[in-house]
Each structure stands twice: as structure tokens, then as C-alpha cells.
């Protein structure tokens, strides 16, 4: 039996794209332009021994299959179309000749790309899940990896997050100024104010608040390489008598009664568990009439605490975990904040997406040597991926606007919303 005949035996319907195997087999349109092409017995023994999303992305990672059609850097035509390929279980019957037409030698798992992290299992003899060390551990495997790689990725704001787009054709610099812009209107902020930015990343955030509003600000992110590389651009652009990236927990952050909190792409590593936590500690820092505005990816779902896939947590964001903007809401409010707005932005995140994707396509050459094809390919597929993601609404991004209020009842807000003109 021919590899193309296994898969034709697990594929229900026509599949939407071509695909081909090393052993001459193939079966499925042309016409789409895309093939998936298996290219190593490799390749074949990672599908089998770790099927779905794990499995495809280690024979992915690994260059044992391709995705001819698309470019590496931006595989989202043919995840867009893979993703209309529907797969039936087969009966035992089938399943023991399947195996069987393997061989014992092709069901061995053999051993997993050096880019892969460890399974969650064996994480737990690293410490408790979102535990200090352990998430050091993981911030570090994901931001450490190359300033030079996410400088041509990210752009010249080095913003790792969803951007704003007034307009649909705005450039990736102009919607990655609006999202701060936004996230500082929403706050009110105003000279002589005190912010605090917790998973500040590069320092965007912080570098736009004080050159912008004229605040004093701390930013503190737990990557030893985004806290370089943000205090360099600080003292570069003479703002170091007012603005300051440590390189720390967030639950380290110094000071208090700042009289604004801003939050950007932090939460999904925090831990569903923690949230009480963590948004307690965070209206500590506050004063009263302070804001706080959180800024994460969720899940459309409120009632599922859902950790992210196999392929993400292995390869992007280990101990990753997502849930709905209501259960986000709900331990704001529970931990004393009053919740005055929320959005949903995630149009915007799959614009986002596209457009760094086009940056890695642009800069492949280079990109791949800042941190190897492996990674390069891992960052491409997690991208591509994600931005259809948000497309079909599996995912979201939500901002949520909070205060802490006053003895008395007081918000500090206006009667109508300030930050919409």
C-alpha cells in the first residue's frame, strides 16, 4: 500500500489540497496551487506516531514536509485550505492494517525537533505551572530568542502585540502607534502622571507614554533581552530621567499609587488560576481614581479554561492558557476594580499577523540566520496560523478598561468616552 493510499484511507471527501509522498505517491487537486509534500520516511513516522497539530508541525519544523506553494515565512494560503480537509476514524479492521502496512519500525516516534519544549508532564518536575521559575523559563524560550530576528519581524516599533488599524491600509508602524496611542487615551493619561507597565516587552509602551503624554513610567518584563534592548532605546532617546525598564517578575514591580496600570500581551502567561491574584495586585498599585487597562488574546468562550494546542505549547508558548473576556471581567470585578469598557479587537490581531508575516517573508534570508530555518518556520507557521485563527473567530483579543474607585464612588470618568475622538 502506497502512503498516499493510507492517507486516502483516513480522508473523508476530497481533500482541498495536493498532496505527495517521497514514495513517488500522491493523490488531490492541482488546481489550488498548493501541495503538501512529505519528503523523509521522517516526516511519515512523526505523523504517525503524534497525530494532528503536533505531529504535522515536527515533520513541518524539521523541513521533512512542505507546504509547496506558499512561502515558509507565510504558509497561510495553505493552512486556510488544509483546514477544509476532514479526516474519519478508522475501524479496527482498517487501523490493524494500517499499522501493520507501517511496520513496527515506522511506529517508533523518532526523537522530536531541538526546538520543541518539554510536554507539560515533565514541566512539573521544573516547578508548579506559572510558578517563578517556571515561567522565567518559559518567557525565556519565547523572547530570548534573537533581538535582531523580532526587530525584522516586528518592525521598528518592536511591538509584539495586536496593533489598531483606523484604516485597513495603514502601515504596521502607524497601527502599532495608534494601539499605544489608544491604550494611553484610555488611561487619560497626562503629564506629571505615574504609569506602570507590566510585561512591557521591548518598551514600546513605555517609550510612547513618556515621549507622548509627558508620564513618568516603569516598565518591567521578565526577558532578559527585551529589558536590554528597551533600556538602550530609552537612554537613546534621552528620555532616562523619566522612564525605566527592570527586568523582573511583574509581581516584583516597584512602587505604588501610580495613577495608571497598563497590561499588554501579559495575561496569557499569568495562569487562569491566578487571575484573583494577579488583578488584586494590580489595583494595589493604584490609587484611587487609577486605571487599568488590559490588553490579552482570549477565547470566545467563557466557560472553558482552554490551554493552548500541542503545536503552541511545545513550540511558542509554553503553559499558554486562554479564556473568555468574561471570566477577565468577572476577577477584575472580583478583586475590587470597577470594569467602565471593553473591546474586541481582533480583526485587528489578524492584520497584525499578516503583516509580520510579510516582514519574515521579506527578511527571510536574514531572519534564518539570526536563528536557524527551524525557527524561522516555526515563527511562520505560528503566525499564519494564528491570524486565521482570529479570522474565524477562534480566538480574540479584548481590551479591558478599569478603575479603581474612590471612597466616596468616585471614577474620575466622564459622562461619554474621551478616548473615541
Known sequence: MTIAQMVVKLTAGDPPVRFEAYDGSGFGPTSTGITMRLKTE?????????????GMARAYVSGDLDLEGTH????????RLMGRWRFRRPTAAELAVLVRELGLRRMVPPEP????????????AEGLRHSRLRDADSIQRHYDVSNSFYEKVLGPSMAYTCAVFPHADDSLEEAQHEKFDLVARKLNLQPG???????????GMVHHAVKHYGVTAVGITLSAEQAKWGALTIERGGLGERAEIIHGDYR?????????????????HVGVDNYPAYFSFL???????GRLLNHCITRPQNDVRARTGAFIDRYVFPDGELTGSGRIIAASQNAGLEVRHEENLREHYALTLALWCSNLVTNW?????????????????YMAGSRLGFEMNDVQLHQVLAVRVGRDGSSGFPLRPTWLS
Open 365 to 381: 534570508d536574514a531572519c534564518v540566520n539570526d536563528v536557524g530555518e527551524a525557527t524561522a518556520r516555526v515563527w511562520g507557521l
Open 252 to 268: 516584583d514591580a516597584p512602587g505604588a499609587s501610580y495613577d495608571a496600570v497598563s497590561s499588554i500581551g501579559l495575561l496569557e
Open 113 to 124: 525537533p531541538r526546538e520543541e519544549a518539554t510536554p507539560r508532564w515533565r514541566r512539573a
Open 193 to 203: 502622571m505615574r504609569l506602570l507597565d507590566v510585561g512591557c516587552g521591548w518598551g
Open 72 to 79: 515558509p515565512g507565510d504558509p497561510y494560503e495553505a493552512l
Open 42 to 54: 521522517r516526516g511519515l513516522r512523526y505523523l504517525a506516531t503524534a497525530p494532528g497539530d503536533l
Open 283 to 289: 489595583r494595589g498599585k493604584l490609587r484611587d481614581g
